[in-house]
């Protein structure tokens, strides 16, 4: 199983044999990673989302402990095992500008199903692209998605099209909705 929560919701690119629509708790959906390669130059980077764990977030002091868990809403992707070491070298590649493996689990949004492990790529906190003024400053962030581009594409149109994503599945992210009345 791979659990995405940005592109991956509208954009795979890669062979599944299943997917579902499933929460993570205790990870957050951040547009705090900057993208030289995607959606901006090295010039002009844009922002795109990462997950960050509420422990690191704690460690870094960028969230207060003992605040409710934070909860990331994505899409899990079932990969034959065929298909397993092409998506994950094409992945690696994809999400080479500071992003990293972890495992986590998955709670279907589909009532009584059970939780999957999935492999989620996330920027840690201390990449060299991570920034957390974005964190600390939304209206820096929404400026910076509405005016850059990279070989992808508009930043915008990578955040509008997650805002989309998750209406239509039905889930809010605080964040992106403060990042969408921005723009």
Known sequence: WIFGYGSLCWRPDFPHEETLVGRCSGWGRY??????DHRGTPSSPGLVA???SD?????????????????????CYRVGADDVPRVLANLDFREKGGYTREVVQVQPARPGAPPVRAL?????CDNPLFSPVMLADPAAAALT??????????????????AAWLREVGEEDAHVAALMRLL
Do not use: W
């Open 55 to 75: 422990a690191q977030l704690e460690a870094k002091g960028l969230r207060e402990p003992g605040e409710p868990p934070s909860t990331t809403c994505g899409l």
């Open 145 to 162: 998605i509405a005016s850059a581009h990279g070989p992808s594409g508009a930043n915008r149109d990578y955040l509008e099209s997650l």
């Open 120 to 124: 989620v790529y996330s920027a840690t």
């Open 31 to 36: 547009f705090a990673q900057r993208s030289c």
């Open 50 to 52: 990462t997950m960050i």
